[in-house]
């Protein structure tokens, strides 16, 4: 899924008129890139409404590119994700919980998992371990015989989950104002170059003032 933010030709003319000698391309290129960062904010809250997927996981599998001069684009990609990135219990190897009170192990628990909220599952066999000394813990299952290979349980990508939920319907909810906040953004920044560029020139006529 990407998504483009642009400038229409007629925004275009208009804002050439706005800024006169001002460069239109730099205020084009900020609102676009601005209202991209907004779109990828929404994206990830809106996931997040309905799959346990951590924050942080969910912007890794968001980015922020650009498109020609002046356009952005907010496109969902990366990886699976392992299991361990939504919610799920046990969180710590066994070896690492609490013993029970003759100090030997707890019985092992199966590990409960939940991708989308309200909807827990099982994996059999699945157990939790650190891959090395002091990295987090992972949920992993031996596969095939002779227990073996040894392989990280993962769950679905950022844009599969994206598309688990109505993707026509998410986007729209996403995108919805998007045209009217990119307006925003194209007058804000004209505003600050414009200041930017008033201040400039105040600069110089109190240093020619000064003799300087």
């Known amino acids: 899924m990407a998504v483009d933010i642009s400038i229409d030709p007629q925004e275009w003319t208009q804002l050439e008129k706005l800024l006169g000698t001002i460069d239109a391309t730099k205020v084009a290129k900020r609102a676009t890139k601005d209202v991209a960062k907004t779109v990828r904010t929404r994206t990830a809250r809106r996931i997040q409404k309905d799959f346990t997927l951590k924050y942080g996981d969910v912007l890794k599998g968001i980015k922020v590119g650009t498109t020609g001069q002046t356009g952005s ?10 299991l361990h990135s939504f919610r799920g219990s046990p969180k710590k190897p066994r070896s690492e919980m609490s ?15 939940e991708i989308e909220k309200g909807r827990k599952r099982e994996a059999p066999a699945a157990f939790v371990q650190r891959p090395h000394m002091g990295s987090q813990p992972l949920p992993f299952k031996r596969m095939g015989r002779g227990r073996l290979p040894i392989v990280v349980l993962r769950g679905p990508s950022v844009p599969a989950v994206w598309q688990a939920k109505n993707r026509n319907y998410v986007a729209k909810d996403v995108l919805k104002g998007t045209r009217e906040l990119l307006q925003q953004r194209i007058r804000g920044q004209a505003f600050r170059l414009i200041q930017q560029q008033m201040r400039s020139t105040g600069r110089q006529v109190e240093r020619l003032a000064a003799g300087v």
């Open 73 to 82: 684009r907010v496109e969902l990609n990366g990886p699976r994700r392992s």
């Open 99 to 113: 013993r029970t009170k003759s100090g030997k192990l707890r019985k092992a628990r199966t590990y409960r998992y």
